[in-house]
């Protein structure tokens, strides 16, 4: 029994993925995004969670998210966030973002198999130093809270801190999560038949000759 959460914000321009501009516009950042994040969701949809939570920041979530329980964030950092959705869950839970479009329910799979006794979280590093998932036999805000976010060593400190808990964790693949236009290639070559990589293909011409395709 695990409760699946996205945390998401909605996608409009100029609120999501700033940093794909330029050069990308921030309109295609915008729908890139919305792309990262359908990719997201129907690639986790065969997976047997017991609840499909999505943690919202906006009004209109996507249509790929029917059958998911609605939490809006709390105001506060990314820590207090992530914190306040882990406080909501009675059940072993995973958390994961929008910015990975290339996952897949395979890498996910262990979560949803019976826990080893002797795993108490799981943990999905990103390759820039943060993380991509967060697994939680016993949900505690406090095991979040405090930790600083969107460094590059961000991944070390919350590992340290689960650790530090006395928590014995286990780990899932890295993976590039999509802050900058090299990680939109790097991703899209990863997954091609993907909406993301359909999307960025699309915006063709807008991207200087000098990114790295």
Do not use: N
Not at 145 to 162: A, C, F, N, W
Not at 169 to 188: M, Q, S
């Amino acid at each position: 029994m695990t409760t699946l959460i996205v945390i998401a914000k909605e996608c409009l321009p100029g609120k999501v993925k700033t940093r794909l501009h330029p050069p990308l516009s921030l309109e295609q950042a915008a729908l890139l995004a919305a792309a990262s994040l359908d990719d997201t969701l129907v690639a986790v949809a065969t997976l047997p969670a017991t609840r499909r939570v999505l943690a919202f920041d906006g009004q209109v979530p996507p249509s790929a998210a029917a059958g998911y329980d609605l939490v809006p964030q709390v105001a506060g950092a990314l820590d207090e966030r992530l914190g306040a959705i882990f406080d909501g869950c009675t059940e072993p839970a995973v958390l994961i973002g929008m910015d990975t479009p290339q996952v897949s329910a395979a890498v996910l799979a262990p979560i949803f198999a019976p826990w080893p006794d002797d795993v108490d979280a799981w943990f999905g590093p990103a390759a820039d130093g943060g993380f991509w998932a967060l697994a939680l036999r016993e949900p505690d805000g406090d095991l979040i809270r405090g930790v600083p976010m969107s460094r590059d060593d961000t991944g070390q400190r919350q590992l340290d801190r689960l650790r530090a808990a006395g928590l014995t964790v286990r780990f899932l693949p890295t993976l590039t999560d999509v802050d900058h236009i090299e990680d939109a290639y790097e991703v899209a070559a990863i997954a091609p038949s993907g909406r993301f990589a359909a999307t960025l293909a699309g915006f063709g011409a807008a991207v200087p000759s000098g990114a790295r395709r």
